[in-house]
C-alpha cells in the first residue's frame, strides 16, 4: 500500500538576548519504512525541527502531528538550564480480524495522545566535573485501547540526578540517582475479564558507569552497571527494546576501538 500526504513544517528558534533561545515548532509526518533500530532508512528530511526531535521508530504508515515550545538559558558561565514542553497527537492504522462467522480484517486507527515536559539544569563548578538535575514528565492516552500496548492510560514522571567526573589521564566516572513516580490504568492479562485496572509505583534506581579513554585515542574502554542496588519495582515501558530503566541488575562491559 503507498500512501501520499503533504506534511508541513515550522520552526522558529529566537534568540532575545545573548542567553536566551525560544524554540517553537509545529509540523506533521508520515512514518515510513524504517526495518529495523539498527537499519534505520536513509532520508534527507531533517530528523529535528527547532530542537523537537520528529523521526521515532514507530510503525510504517503513523500519522503525527507534533508541536512544542522551549526555553534554554544561560545563566552564568557555569550554569545553564531550560524547560520544553511538546505534544504529540498520532494515529496508527491497524487490522483487526473480525470475529466469527465472518472472515477479513477490519481497519481501525489508534489514536494515542503523547504530552512530554522536560526541565534541566547544569552545572559544571570546574573543567573536571559537571552536575545534572532534570524533570521529565510523559503522559500517554490511548482513546482506542488495546490489550497489546499493555495500557490506557499510562503518566510517568522521573526526576534524574547526576554526578560526572573526567581526568586529563583519561579516566571518568558517572553516577546517576533517579526518582521514578509511575502511575496509570495497566491492562490485566493475569485472569479474566482482563480489565484495564489502576496502578501506581514509586521507586529509586541507581546507575553506575566507569570508562577509560585509551593513549593516542584508539577507543574507550566502559563498565556500566545498570539498578545498580537492584531495585525491584512495578514499571510499565513503553519501549522495552530500547529501556532506559532496567528492572533487575545489569553489568556491561564495552570496548569501542578506532583504527
Do not use: C
Not at 84 to 93: K, L, Q, S, Y
Not at 121 to 137: D, I, M, N
Amino acid at each position: 500500500m503507498e500512501k501520499d500526504r503533504v506534511n508541513p513544517k515550522f520552526g522558529l528558534q529566537w534568540e532575545p538576548t545573548s542567553e536566551t533561545t525560544i524554540r517553537v515548532a509545529a509540523f506533521q509526518m508520515l512514518q515510513g519504512y524504517a526495518g529495523s533500530r539498527q537499519d534505520i532508512r536513509p532520508s534527507l528530511e531533517p530528523t529535528s525541527v527547532a530542537g523537537f526531535n520528529q523521526v521515532f521508530f514507530s510503525p510504517e504508515g503513523d500519522r503525527v502531528s507534533h508541536y512544542g515550545v522551549g526555553i534554554d538559558q544561560r545563566f552564568s558561565s557555569e550554569i545553564s538550564g531550560g524547560i520544553e514542553f511538546a505534544r504529540r497527537d498520532v494515529d496508527t492504522p491497524i487490522a483487526i480480524a473480525k470475529p466469527p462467522p465472518d472472515i477479513g480484517f477490519d481497519n481501525v486507527i489508534l489514536n494515542v495522545d503523547e504530552d512530554a515536559i522536560r526541565a534541566y539544569l547544569y552545572w559544571t563548578p570546574q573543567s573536571r566535573l559537571a552536575v545534572r538535575a532534570e524533570y521529565q514528565y510523559d503522559k500517554f492516552d490511548n482513546e482506542v485501547p488495546y490489550i497489546t500496548q499493555g495500557y490506557v492510560t499510562l503518566e510517568t514522571s522521573r526526576v534524574p540526578l547526576g554526578l560526572s567526573y573526567l581526568h586529563p589521564n583519561g579516566l571518568g566516572a558517572a553516577v546517576q540517582v533517579m526518582f521514578v513516580d509511575q502511575r496509570g490504568h495497566l491492562w490485566n492479562t493475569s485472569a479474566p475479564p482482563f480489565l484495564p485496572t489502576r496502578d501506581a509505583d514509586d521507586f529509586w534506581v541507581t546507575d553506575l558507569s566507569v570508562h577509560y579513554r585509551l593513549p593516542r585515542r584508539f577507543g574507550i574502554l566502559s563498565v556500566d552497571v545498570r539498578n545498580l542496588l537492584d531495585e525491584e519495582f512495578q514499571y510499565q515501558d513503553i519501549d522495552p527494546e530500547n529501556t532506559r530503566i532496567m528492572p533487575e541488575r545489569l553489568l556491561l562491559v564495552r570496548l569501542t576501538l578506532a583504527l
